[in-house]
């Protein structure tokens, strides 16, 4: 198990045995190089932790430790965890500000404590089998034991088809579920007991002036890019020439000591290229800057068979292509990079949620006219190969407004709709998302959504994606804008100072405005993605046909083929733009081939094949 997951942590391995339990650690050296190797335990045996991520306040932490008796024998942030948690127990997790999957054992208790950070940064997997509870940061950990069975999960493959992403506790193996974000277990005799240490609670406070809520972020965005630089190796920071990466640049800029790097990715020759941006704010920075150019020419089909492997679950966000390219090539230069990842969830950056307003107001128009109106788009605006096109904003919109508020806001973001959903998986597919949300308060229409985003979105597709990109290539990515105190404090604005009028990120954008180049504050949000429907009609078909097969479908016992086939003929035809669905099916296949995922529980291989055909 510790094997599979060396590429997250090459500096070193490490492994704990004890009666009944056995834990093991792998490391990235990022904080004192020459200690702080894992597993640690305290000089009394009575506690050993096996720890990823980074604890951003660990010399605060240990500060206070110090002053009640702690004698550290290293200056790494895992030793603060081990000790802190002796100290405080799992009261010790909501005193950490910081990123981190961690296990802690107390011999002397047989007892198992796992937690995870807040937003979900980190990664945490678990299976009870037999007796037995498994955990690790991966998946393919798991997939190292044989004795754990490896069934499909309908109800998650359905999710996957809606949202690209399978929203946690579930994964797409029955059996295997995800520690939540904010949440640890404790497994004491055989019995687990799972609790919410933090849950993000929406607050608006109308005292808030544009000012004083100005002055408040530029505060706490300074603190925590500060914190989010500390780091005993080379660092860089993530720059697409947006209003997120560009912001976290100019902090780290006020506080770097020296010159920094910046890594981008580009689209040369695509209407989606952000080449000016980013290369307009690494000189006004004056940084040393590198970028990538992806195009059709490289290694894409190596590159997509590659992280087929890496992604442990499939992710069938296409953005994930272009974080592997802008990982491989950050990490020959650096081994931290910061990354402007939540801002829009934080701040109200998605066009989706004006898309929220719009269907709102439309949903007033009789369901029949608007049944009219999307028939007429698509009979009228040709299908378009860029990436998300007005021709694609709108007739999404317009299906989506057929829909309720909940499952148009998923399918905004996602991909399936219920009757695609339903087709493609015949009696197992195509329900409403609306029972996902059902326990999620917040006040405001707005808010409503960029709650769901946080409980979803977020940690199961950008955070993801991003975790199993870089760390495939042994990098470790920061995201200063979820740092809990930032998160927080925009839970308690008004929702105008996210969005007002159509101008998403209004705060934010303030806050910049004389700090970031005008072009920069002005531009609308591009996205990080690729240009999926052309390369299906042109160096990703063969990919495609060798993949996404008859035979392939049939290994998964739910899928209807002619469904299948119906998308792949209608997009290579030009008939419709089904890119986006046909890259959630060739990653979900390629990762059943790679990891020899088996047909749901009670349905045999014979039975499978009987039933797709």
């Not at 959630?584 to 790679?594: E, N, Y």
Request: glycine letters at 8%.
């Amino acid at each position: 198990m510790g094997q599979t997951l060396v590429h997250r942590g090459p500096d070193q391995q490490g492994f704990f045995a004890d009666a009944g339990v056995s834990l093991a650690g792998v490391r990235l050296k990022i904080i004192d190089l020459a200690g702080g190797d894992q597993p640690i335990a305290t000089d009394d045996g009575r506690a050993v932790v096996v720890f990823n991520g980074e604890i951003y306040n660990h010399g605060e932490l240990r500060q206070q430790l110090e002053t009640r008796g702690h004698r550290f024998r290293s200056h790494c942030d895992t030793e603060v965890v081990l000790r802190a948690f002796v100290e405080w127990d799992t009261g010790c997790f909501a005193r950490m500000r910081g990123m981190f999957a961690a296990a802690l054992w107390q011999p002397g208790e047989r007892r198992l404590v796992l937690a995870r950070d807040r937003l979900g940064i980190k990664p945490l997997y678990l299976a009870e089998h037999a007796g037995t509870l498994y955990f690790a940061s991966e998946l393919k950990a798991l997939f190292a034991c044989a004795e754990l069975p490896r069934p499909l999960n309908p109800r998650a493959l359905d999710l996957f088809l809606a949202l690209n992403y399978v929203p946690q506790p579930d994964t797409l193996v029955a059996g295997i579920t995800k520690l939540s974000p904010g949440e640890f277990l404790e497994w004491r005799g055989g019995l687990i007991r799972r609790e919410r240490y933090w849950r993000l609670s929406f607050s608006p406070d109308p005292r808030w002036t544009l000012n004083s809520a100005k002055e408040a972020l530029d505060h706490l965005l300074r603190d925590a890019v500060r914190e989010h630089l500390v780091a005993d190796v080379p660092l860089g920071v993530w720059s697409s020439g947006g209003l997120d990466s560009s912001t976290i640049l100019h902090y780290a800029a006020e506080t770097a000591g020296s010159r920094l790097k910046t890594f981008s990715v580009s689209f040369r020759g695509r209407s989606f290229d952000e080449t000016p941006y980013f290369r307009q704010v690494a000189e006004q920075y004056a940084t040393e800057h590198h970028e990538f150019d992806l195009n059709p020419e490289v290694e894409l089909a190596d590159a997509i068979g590659r992280f087929a492997y890496y992604s442990d679950e499939p992710s069938a966000d296409a953005g994930a292509l272009p974080v592997w390219f802008l990982s491989r090539m950050t990490r020959r230069h650096v081994t931290v990079a910061l990354a402007g990842d939540g801002g829009d969830e934080v701040f109200g950056g998605y066009v989706t949620y004006l898309a929220d307003r719009y269907a709102r107001w439309m949903r007033s128009t009789p369901a029949p006219l608007r049944k009219l109106a999307l028939a007429a788009a698509h009979r009228l605006l040709p299908v378009s190969d860029d990436k998300i096109s007005f021709e694609y904003k709108v007739k999404r919109l317009l299906e989506g407004s057929l829909l309720s508020a909940e499952d148009a806001h998923f399918f905004w973001n996602g991909t399936g709709s219920p009757a695609q959903r339903a087709a493609l998986l015949p009696g197992a597919g195509g329900g409403s998302l609306e029972p996902l949300v059902r326990p999620l308060r917040a006040p405001g229409y707005l808010n409503r959504f960029v709650l769901i985003d946080h409980h979803f979105y977020l940690p199961d597709d950008i955070l993801y994606k991003v975790d199993r990109m870089s760390m495939a290539h042994s990098l470790e990515v920061r995201p200063p804008f979820l740092d809990h105190r930032v998160v927080e404090f925009a839970a308690s604005l008004p929702e105008s100072f996210k969005i007002r009028g159509g101008t998403l990120k209004f705060l934010l954008r303030q806050l910049m405005k004389g700090k970031l180049p005008p072009p920069i504050l002005r531009r609308a949000k591009m996205g990080f993605d690729v240009p999926a429907h052309d390369w299906f009609r042109g160096p990703l078909r063969p990919l495609l046909r060798d993949t996404v097969t008859e035979a392939a479908a049939a290994v998964t016992g739910v899928f209807s083929w002619p469904a299948v086939e119906g998308l792949i003929a209608d997009h290579l035809s030009r008939r419709r733009n089904y890119g986006y669905h046909l890259w959630g099916l060739l990653t979900l296949f390629l990762w059943m081939r790679q990891w020899k995922i088996q047909a749901p529980a009670g349905l045999s291989r014979a039975t499978a094949g009987a039933t797709s055909g």
